[in-house]
């Protein structure tokens, strides 16, 4: 299996510029997650889906952030307009979903983002 | 809601052991995960622990304690590859979601 996919893996962009970040979760994996890290706060959860269906968007930042996954084996998160304090890196994680306790999230390499 | 803490820095001799604490507050707990991660790299799961106890894989140890909101991650025979951080994380019930620390950065010396 090829793992989690993100694209583009680097993103510099201008204040300002919507900025669109891709994921493509392992295939059979029935939940997604959207992460953030940065110095500051660390690794933080965005977003989660489960069958494509959004479960938990308690930690977007605000309405300039949206998450959308209209298929099984797609999801974005778009950032419009983008803020220099947007800069971090976004990780998209899957997991099975079998069993609550015990599933194990696999990490995409991370898209690093850089608002000027 | 969530508190995790986690030594911010720690420094190690190649060939020795070294323990990494995690201490944690949690409304419902549901099991605790350690994740390694190099510069630069994503997470990569290391360790799974929800019963009290040891859970041994390796050079690399989980230890659980549910009743003092408490583990650790035990790294023995240390190389110069196991240079990176550890970030412990916390599933609550009826959540899957991970909260993680801000992570142990490890470094290990010859």
């Known amino acids: 299996d090829a793992g989690v996919i993100q694209s583009p893996r680097h993103e510099v962009t201008e204040m300002g510029q919507e900025v669109t970040l891709r994921c493509k979760p392992i295939?059979?994996?029935?939940?997604l997650f959207w992460y953030r890290q940065t110095m500051m706060r660390g690794l933080e959860l965005l977003i989660y889906f489960n069958n494509n269906v959004p479960i938990d968007d308690s930690g977007m930042p605000e309405d300039r952030f949206s998450a959308k996954m209209p298929n099984a084996s797609f999801s974005t998160l778009k950032i419009q307009p983008s803020e220099p304090r947007d800069s971090a890196v976004y990780f998209c994680a899957s997991s099975p979903g079998r069993d609550p306790g015990s599933d194990i999230q696999y990490f995409g390499a991370g898209t690093r983002l850089s608002v000027l | 809601g969530q508190n995790i803490d986690q030594p911010t820095e720690m420094t190690a001799t190649e060939g020795a052991i070294v323990q990494i604490n995690c201490t944690y507050q949690?409304?419902?707990?549901?099991?605790l995960f350690w994740y390694q991660q190099h510069a630069g790299e994503a997470p990569t799961f290391l360790s799974y622990?929800?019963?009290?106890g040891l859970e041994e894989k390796g050079r690399f140890s989980s230890f659980l304690s549910r009743s003092k909101g408490y583990s650790y991650l035990l790294l023995k025979e240390l190389q110069m590859k196991d240079s990176a951080s550890y970030l412990c994380a916390v599933k609550d019930t009826g959540r899957r979601a991970l909260t993680f620390g801000s992570g142990t950065r490890l470094q290990v010396q010859p």
């Open positions: 949690t409304s419902g707990f549901n099991g």
């Open positions: 622990n929800v019963l009290d």
């Open positions: 295939s059979g994996h029935d939940y």
